[in-house]
């Protein structure tokens, strides 16, 4: 009779060592840790409130080639300027006119403005593409 302990040699791999399970386990929850937090990072980046935003509250189209567009722009640092990029789009949804507007430095966290977009077709609606506080060097008065 042979007991539990007498294995035939070479068939079954040796015990491992409790350290090694140890070392396996502390590397294993590190990496899922870091992962994480990079993964909680990216989404708050991704997702937490911009430092700039625009909105339009409405458009006026003025003629076949004009439109009115009239936004808020919502800024965290107001004192930074700023530039917001906005679209005349046509009824079939193409892109026909776009105009950048400087937003100039001010003590208000919240500006309402408003800024006509010449297009090359007939306009059907005026909105916001986006807002930015990078301003170009041509957009800037001398």
């Known amino acids: 009779m042979t007991s539990a302990r007498s294995l035939p040699q070479g068939r079954y791999p040796s015990e491992r060592s409790p ?39 409405g458009y006026l189209i003025i003629d076949s080639s004009t439109v009115e567009v009239k936004f808020t722009v919502n800024r965290k640092d107001p004192s930074k300027p700023a530039t917001c990029v906005l679209r005349a789009r046509s009824k079939d949804g193409s892109e026909t006119g776009r105009r950048e507007v ?29 807002c930015s506080e990078s301003v170009p060097d041509y957009l800037v008065a001398p």
């Open 19 to 57: 350290r090694s399970r140890r070392r396996w386990f502390v590397v294993l929850t590190t990496l899922v840790v870091a992962a994480g937090v990079l993964l909680a990072w990216i989404g708050y980046q991704r997702f937490s409130d911009p430092d700039i935003s625009g909105e339009a509250s």
């Open 102 to 130: 400087y937003i100039p430095a001010s003590d208000q966290t919240q500006l309402s403005l408003s800024s006509l977009v010449r297009t090359s077709a007939a306009p059907a609606v005026g909105e916001v593409y986006g």
